[in-house]
């Protein structure tokens, strides 16, 4: 009996000790308090919710939309950061945790100049907004968003990347501003510096065509470019870069020029295929007639290509043996498949010459027979200048028509006032230079020479009647029975010494009919000078040889030279 009190009282009091023990158990479990980071393990997930399992009486509701990298799965263990209790017990925030966690990433990532992740969310003003984890957004100016100009600033939202802390405090606040164009250009020269020691020249390398320039198109190798220049696309003409590659196409290139000091990398097509400048001392000479196609005009000539990588270019002044080309669009087009003749070529430097006008014969090496000095011609009128015109004697052939050589009689101060464009005039060859392309030709000499006439008619010394045809202020202008004018010096008009010209003048007229002397003739000048004056005197001495000549035969004469004198002075 003793026995059995003894261990019913031995069992009492272990449960009594167990009981004690729990209660001193469940006091000493530290219970997390609101605002400390827990870690549990998940043990459902509904569509609401994600329940953690945390050590508390229940489990912990963290909201499905804070785990914006994925939902977990039952078992894996989440980091959250405790709210606080409600009726259903825990309240979780793993949004908030994370901020906490990558707020501490991002000090120490700014204290040591490391990149964070992160995701540009929006465009702002002047630039994006970028989600780094923490509760205030990071500011990335535009100038920083990038390696290269951007096109379209909203092509950039949604794109993740890495970016330097520029800046994270402002007044004392979270305020962070950041920059990826620094950790693009760290990455883009640890790529290219790799390429440098890794690609040699000649090498073939695969890239994928980004943009295009007026002189080729940029490669992406990678992350880093390479020039594709506009002649290392072909041995033959390219007129367009993206007539012979297309945006966004893989292509395989070899490497023709490597510069790490100046970043460059140059980039060829052609050099897959043989240089066709090799064999052209085979296929070609100077002299030879060559067919080709017109691939490009200039204003000083014409490329024409004569097989694919073989070009030449003929010089605006080989287009024509005749005619003054001004443009060589005027006789040849891009595409047009046309006839040359090789001048001269440089197989080293890759050039060819060619003249256009070697294919047919000079018509100016046998101008001269045709076109001999008194050779009277016809032509159109086709250019008129201030000092004359030029008429169209054959299809590239012009005379040169002096306003000189228009008139005999005229003073053409202005050819328009005598000839109008595609007017047929007869001329005459004055002069032939077939060295210099040049031909003078002229009107008048179509008629004799009506100075050389009047030369010949009049003498000095002789008189004649002519008209008034212009009075100025140093002289009369008076026209003889021919045409030729001459003029009456102011000091030849009047005979009376004492009388001024302003006088003398005042008793004529334009139209009136005057006598003069002939005191000068030079047809070579074609200059005559008249003499009022002299005339009269002549006139004088005529009269008084008439009575001389009339008293000497008449004895009964009593009117003598005195009486002649007297009778003039009443």
């Given at each position: 009996?003793?026995?059995?009190?003894?261990?019913?009282?031995?069992?009492?009091?272990?449960?009594?000790?167990?009981?004690?023990?729990?209660?001193?158990s469940?006091?000493?479990?530290?219970?997390?308090?609101?605002?400390?980071?827990?870690?549990?393990?998940?043990?459902?997930?509904?569509?609401?919710?994600?329940?953690?399992?945390?050590?508390?009486?229940?489990e912990?509701?963290?909201?499905?939309?804070?785990?914006?990298?994925?939902?977990?799965?039952?078992?894996?263990?989440?980091?959250?950061?405790?709210?606080g209790?409600?009726?259903n017990?825990?309240?979780?925030?793993?949004?908030?945790?994370?901020?906490?966690?990558?707020?501490?990433?991002?000090?120490?990532a700014?204290?040591?100049?490391?990149?964070?992740?992160?995701?540009?969310?929006?465009?702002?003003?002047?630039?994006?907004e970028?989600?780094?984890?923490?509760?205030?957004?990071?500011?990335?100016?535009i100038?920083?968003?990038?390696?290269?100009?951007?096109e379209?600033?909203?092509?950039?939202?949604?794109?993740?990347?890495?970016?330097?802390?520029?800046?994270?405090?402002?007044?004392?606040?979270?305020?962070?501003?950041?920059?990826?164009?620094k950790?693009?250009?760290?990455?883009?020269?640890?790529?290219?510096?790799?390429?440098?020691?890794?690609?040699?020249?000649?090498?073939?390398?695969?890239g994928?065509?980004?943009?295009?320039?007026?002189?080729?198109?940029?490669?992406?190798?990678?992350?880093?470019?390479?020039?594709?220049?506009?002649?290392?696309?072909?041995?033959?003409?390219?007129?367009?870069?993206?007539?012979?590659?297309?945006?966004?196409q893989?292509?395989?290139?070899?490497?023709?020029?490597l510069?790490?000091?100046?970043?460059?990398?140059?980039?060829?097509?052609?050099?897959?295929?043989?240089?066709?400048?090799?064999?052209?001392?085979d296929?070609?000479?100077?002299?030879?007639?060559?067919?080709?196609?017109?691939?490009?005009?200039?204003?000083?000539?014409?490329?024409?290509?004569?097989?694919?990588?073989?070009?030449?270019?003929?010089?605006?002044s080989?287009?024509?043996?005749?005619?003054?080309?001004?443009?060589?669009?005027?006789?040849?087009s891009?595409?047009?498949?046309?006839?040359?003749?090789?001048?001269?070529?440089?197989?080293?430097?890759?050039?060819?010459?060619?003249?256009?006008?070697?294919?047919?014969?000079?018509?100016?090496d046998?101008i001269?027979?045709?076109?001999?000095?008194?050779?009277?011609?016809?032509?159109?009128?086709?250019?008129?200048?201030?000092?004359?015109a030029?008429?169209?004697?054959?299809?590239?052939i012009?005379?040169?028509?002096?306003?000189?050589?228009?008139?005999?009689?005229?003073?053409?101060?202005?050819?328009?006032?005598?000839?109008?464009?595609?007017q047929?005039?007869?001329?005459?060859?004055?002069?032939?230079?077939?060295?210099?392309?040049?031909?003078?030709?002229?009107?008048?000499?179509?008629?004799?020479?009506?100075?050389?006439?009047f030369?010949?008619?009049?003498?000095?010394?002789?008189?004649?009647?002519?008209?008034?045809?212009?009075?100025?202020?140093?002289?009369?202008?008076?026209?003889?029975?021919?045409?030729?004018?001459?003029?009456?010096?102011?000091?030849?008009?009047?005979?009376?010494?004492?009388?001024?010209?302003?006088?003398?003048?005042?008793?004529?007229?334009v139209?009136?009919?005057?006598?003069?002397?002939?005191?000068?003739?030079n047809?070579?000048?074609?200059?005559?000078?008249?003499?009022?004056?002299?005339?009269?005197?002549?006139?004088?001495?005529?009269?008084?040889?008439?009575?001389?000549?009339?008293?000497?035969?008449?004895?009964?004469?009593?009117f003598?030279?005195?009486?002649?004198?007297?009778?003039?002075?009443?």
């Amino acid at each position: 009996m003793e026995k059995m009190e003894v261990e019913k009282n031995v069992a009492q009091n272990s449960k009594s000790d167990f009981q004690t023990q729990l209660e001193e158990s469940l006091k000493n479990i530290n219970v997390p308090e609101a605002g400390q980071m827990v870690e549990g393990i998940v043990v459902q997930i509904t569509e609401d919710y994600v329940y953690v399992d945390i050590g508390d009486k229940s489990e912990g509701l963290i909201p499905v939309k804070e785990f914006a990298e994925g939902l977990p799965v039952e078992g894996d263990t989440v980091r959250a950061l405790l709210i606080g209790h409600d009726k259903n017990g825990p309240v979780l925030s793993k949004k908030k945790a994370d901020s906490k966690r990558f707020l501490k990433e991002i000090q120490q990532a700014a204290k040591d100049k490391t990149p964070v992740n992160g995701t540009i969310v929006k465009l702002v003003k002047s630039g994006y907004e970028v989600n780094l984890g923490i509760d205030k957004p990071a500011f990335l100016p535009i100038s920083q968003a990038d390696s290269e100009k951007i096109e379209k600033p909203e092509s950039l939202i949604g794109v993740k990347s890495k970016f330097y802390i520029e800046r994270l405090y402002s007044d004392g606040k979270v305020n962070p501003v950041v920059n990826r164009r620094k950790y693009l250009e760290e990455e883009i020269n640890t790529k290219r510096d790799a390429f440098f020691n890794s690609i040699q020249l000649g090498d073939n390398v695969k890239g994928t065509v980004k943009s295009f320039t007026s002189f080729g198109a940029f490669i992406d190798l990678g992350g880093f470019d390479g020039l594709l220049h506009i002649n290392d696309m072909s041995w033959g003409h390219v007129a367009r870069p993206k007539d012979f590659v297309k945006k966004g196409q893989e292509i395989e290139l070899k490497v023709i020029r490597l510069d790490p000091a100046e970043k460059r990398i140059n980039l060829s097509l052609k050099h897959f295929s043989e240089d066709p400048w090799i064999h052209f001392d085979d296929k070609y000479n100077v002299n030879k007639v060559v067919k080709g196609k017109v691939t490009k005009l200039t204003k000083f000539g014409a490329f024409v290509e004569l097989e694919e990588g073989i070009e030449g270019l003929v010089h605006i002044s080989e287009f024509s043996w005749t005619k003054k080309i001004n443009e060589p669009g005027d006789m040849v087009s891009v595409g047009q498949e046309v006839e040359a003749v090789i001048l001269g070529y440089d197989v080293q430097a890759g050039r060819v010459s060619l003249g256009f006008k070697q294919v047919t014969a000079n018509p100016w090496d046998s101008i001269s027979e045709k076109y001999a000095e008194g050779t009277k011609v016809s032509g159109k009128v086709v250019k008129l200048t201030n000092a004359g015109a030029f008429v169209e004697l054959e299809e590239g052939i012009d005379g040169f028509l002096h306003g000189e050589d228009i008139s005999w009689l005229k003073k053409v101060k202005h050819p328009g006032s005598e000839l109008s464009v595609d007017q047929e005039v007869e001329a005459v060859v004055l002069e032939c230079n077939p060295e210099a392309h040049k031909i003078k030709i002229g009107i008048k000499q179509l008629t004799p020479d009506p100075w050389k006439e009047f030369a010949a008619e009049y003498k000095p010394g002789s008189t004649l009647e002519g008209e008034i045809t212009s009075i100025t202020e140093f002289g009369v202008f008076v026209k003889a029975p021919n045409g030729i004018e001459g003029l009456v010096n102011k000091f030849n008009l009047s005979e009376n010494k004492e009388e001024t010209y302003e006088d003398a003048v005042a008793k004529y007229k334009v139209g009136d009919k005057i006598n003069v002397f002939v005191v000068d003739v030079n047809a070579a000048k074609e200059k005559v000078a008249f003499s009022v004056k002299e005339f009269k005197k002549k006139q004088a001495m005529d009269e008084i040889s008439h009575y001389m000549s009339s008293s000497a035969n008449d004895d009964d004469g009593a009117f003598t030279l005195a009486d002649m004198i007297n009778s003039k002075k009443q």
